[in-house]
């Protein structure tokens, strides 16, 4: 990349930044941390922990107690003999080993649970690198305190320590990141704040339920989603809203009535949003960042959720048979769940303007489950380290969308940044009528490129039978598009009659795949990364079409239809560029004319 081409990117991934966050990156630049001082005049509160049980943590620990293990990577730490350092790892593992989520993991006794902490405090003095990073703070002192409140008895060094850390915490609160980041800081100050007494705990306290009504209402959209856009991160900050929630129910002279209410508030509407997105297998979709097993799982949050707030746990929010339409316009989620079978689009922004960190490329993508199984799917995230796995889980063609001549609908670089980034120019999901659902929906990500491409999309569901896939490129000049449809790795895929792809799953045909539109297609393997640190490949089947635009494309999923041993559907449509129209060819409307406001 050129000088020219990299200081332009610079400029655009910079410029949404907010005063703010450029001020704490400079002074980052200068003064990394912000060291403190052992805080004075502090004792023990009594305290009600919890209206509710927390959570138990969510840990890789099948070794436990005799080592630990993060994220799917083979290397292991014995529990007596612990590397606090360990700068071999990527930096993610060494974040975890310092948040001990381990420390409350059940089957340690007393005395290991005791040595942990002893050998924490020892193996990292005040500035130690990773260990007194603001982030791993607020989540180790959230553990320590509720390890305490659980019934191990802190020694005096431990409540020195703690004390010390949320001191350091306070003076580095990550406002130059936001996000979940500031929300955890915000978090730990509360936990803190309540476990101790005095001037300082006060002072913690207060700024630390401040900040979380304040993130809580900016961070959580009207529709519940957190402004990421990742259901995993939507998962961690429901469980920390939640846990100040419990902490200030059960001790309500912490915090005033008007604060404890938004806070319940913010908890409710992003429980609801949780139940009501999740895929036809119980788990969350994938779309950006996103992993199984780092938040806790949906099933034990919602049952937490209702516990906290009182709420009746909804079964028709997972469970039940009948069709039920999934519109969240604010996060961009769209589609439909029906018992174990579901849909959802993603087109919604990556993320908010001044943190698109976990942002993927993935505008008009699609997740598709059928019998409690994914079958289409998000390719995942493997790691955060700046590596080529990492770039190419971010990009397009890593998602079940379309590439434009090679190029990113969003330019993700780096590991967390982005440059100029694609917009949805609408989104509109039809009413749920007869078990058929229709959405349309635009974004302008290529609009960049030469000739000013625009990539519109619909999907129309017949729920239990077929998806219709239709996209039209508008613009102008020559371009090559290919699109992609990303199958679970268990899946198998097999040239049948006339065009048609057979799609099969331990020996028995699931789908139909029919290629519409003057298309070429190939069958590729690409990564499928459901956790961290967790690679599988699975079979990619594109289809290219090269030409001037405006062109068409799009493809049909059919499942075998009933008594007919997984026998294709009827003859495939011919849709090619405008004027070349077959049966069910994709709609005809063009950008230009049908670019309106998003609407639910």
Not at 229 to 257: C, F, K, T
Not at 415 to 436: I, K, N, S, T, Y
Request: aromatic letters at 8%; proline letters at 8%; a positive charge.
């Amino acid at each position: 990349m050129g000088v020219c081409t990299a200081a332009a990117r610079y400029a655009h991934t910079l410029r949404r930044l907010r005063l703010r966050q450029l001020a704490g990156l400079l002074r980052r630049r200068v003064l990394p941390q912000l060291p403190a001082r052992p805080p004075r005049g502090l004792g023990l509160a009594s305290l009600h922990p919890h209206r509710a049980a927390f959570l138990a943590p969510v840990v890789e620990g099948s070794g436990l107690p005799r080592h630990l293990a993060f994220l799917n990577d083979p290397h292991r730490l014995p529990l007596n003999a612990i590397d606090w350092r360990s700068g071999s790892q990527p930096k993610l593992w060494r974040y975890n080993l310092h948040y001990m989520d381990y420390l409350r993991a059940p089957g340690l006794t007393a005395t290991e649970r005791a040595a942990l902490v002893g050998s924490w405090i020892a193996g990292n003095p005040p500035g130690s690198v990773d260990a007194w990073e603001a982030y791993p703070i607020s989540l180790r002192a959230v553990n320590w305190i509720k390890a305490f409140s659980g019934g191990l008895q802190p020694q005096p060094p431990w409540l020195a320590s703690l004390a010390l850390q949320l001191a350091w915490l306070e003076r580095n609160l990550e406002f130059h990141l936001g996000a979940n980041h500031l929300l955890k800081n915000a978090k730990a100050l509360v936990f803190g704040g309540a476990f101790f007494t005095g001037a300082p705990a006060a002072r913690w306290l207060a700024r630390g339920v401040a900040l979380m009504v304040e993130q809580g209402a900016g961070q959580l959209l009207p529709d519940g989603g957190h402004y990421e856009r990742s259901a995993m991160y939507h998962g961690i900050v429901l469980e920390d809203v939640l846990d100040v929630v419990n902490l200030l129910e059960a001790n309500p002279a912490l915090a005033g009535e008007a604060d404890r209410l938004a806070l319940r508030a913010a908890a409710t509407r992003a429980w609801h949003y949780l139940a009501d997105i999740l895929a036809g297998d119980d788990d969350i979709p994938l779309f950006n960042d996103a992993a199984f097993g780092i938040a806790p799982a949906p099933a034990a949050l919602l049952d937490y959720g209702a516990r906290v707030l009182g709420l009746a746990p909804d079964p028709a929010c997972t469970t039940a048979a009948a069709p039920r339409r999934i519109c969240r316009p604010d996060t961009g989620y769209y589609g439909y769940r029906a018992g174990g079978e579901s849909l959802l689009i993603d087109c919604g922004p990556g993320g908010p303007d001044d943190q698109p960190g976990h942002t993927h490329a993935d505008m008009l993508s699609y997740e598709l489950c059928l019998d409690g199984e994914r079958v289409v799917v998000d390719s995942g995230t493997y790691d955060y380290e700046v590596t080529p796995l990492r770039a190419q889980l971010r990009g397009t063609a890593a998602h079940n969308t379309v590439v434009v001549d090679g190029a990113d609908q969003s330019e993700v670089w780096g590991g967390f940044r982005v440059a100029r980034r694609a917009r949805p120019l609408f989104a509109r999901l039809g009413p749920l009528e007869e078990g058929h659902l229709a959405f349309h929906g635009a974004h302008d990500g290529y609009r960049r490129l030469p000739g000013g491409v625009l990539h519109e999309r619909r999907i129309t569901a017949s729920i239990g039978a077929a998806w219709d896939i239709a996209d039209r490129l508008t613009g102008s000049g020559g371009h090559r598009i290919e699109s992609f449809i990303h199958l679970h790795p268990a899946c198998r895929v097999e040239a049948g009659p006339d065009g048609r792809y057979r799609v099969l799953r331990e020996g028995r045909t699931v789908l139909w795949i029919t290629p519409r539109g003057d298309v070429a297609v190939e069958l590729r393997q690409g990564p499928y990364c459901p956790e961290f640190g967790c690679r599988q490949e699975g079979t990619v089947v594109v289809l290219l079409m090269q030409g001037p635009l405006p062109l068409e494309l799009g493809y049909r999923l059919a499942r075998p239809a009933a008594g007919l041993s997984g026998g294709p559907p009827g003859p495939p449509g011919r849709a090619g560029r405008a004027g070349q129209e077959g049966p069910q060819a994709p709609g005809r409307a063009g950008i230009a004319g049908s670019i309106g406001p998003r609407s639910g």
